[in-house]
Nanobody
Framework: QVQLVESGGGLVQPGGSLRLSCVAS????????MGWYRQVPGNQRELVAT???????KYADSVKGRFTISRDFAKNTVYLQMNSLKPEDTAVYYC?????????WGQGTQVTASS
């Protein structure tokens, strides 16, 4: 069983920065593509960024140029650096691990960009 534990969420003023972390355990981390998704109550969960086992990245148009996803194989950790945060980035952010059709999710961490 894969366990994903997120951290790093919180309250930040618009224009500020946060870095989310997700530590994976119970699996071979290098086998999984990793990603960050977010969800606002009443809306569907949406993709924010993904990173493949080879390091290829993909971003939602709304976060391109502001967010950066990265992974550290030695620490079994994936990061999401979020800069220039906007109120519309406010959501619960979820870490995802994917291997083929198999998906695992973290418990989520709240990010709020508000003055």
């Amino acid at each position: 069983q894969v366990q994903l534990v997120e951290s790093g969420g919180g309250l930040v003023q618009p224009g500020g920065s946060l870095r989310l972390s997700c530590v994976a355990s119970g699996t071979i981390f290098s086998l999984y593509a990793m990603g960050w998704y977010r969800q606002v109550p009443g809306n569907q969960r949406e993709l924010v960024a993904t990173i493949s086992t080879g390091g290829s990245t993909k971003y939602a148009d709304s976060v391109k140029g502001r967010f950066t996803i990265s992974r550290d194989f030695a620490k079994n950790t994936v990061y999401l650096q979020m800069n220039s945060l906007k109120p519309e980035d406010t959501a619960v952010y979820y870490c995802n691990a994917r291997w083929g059709t198999i998906n695992f999710w973290g418990q989520g961490t709240q990010v709020t960009a508000s003055s």
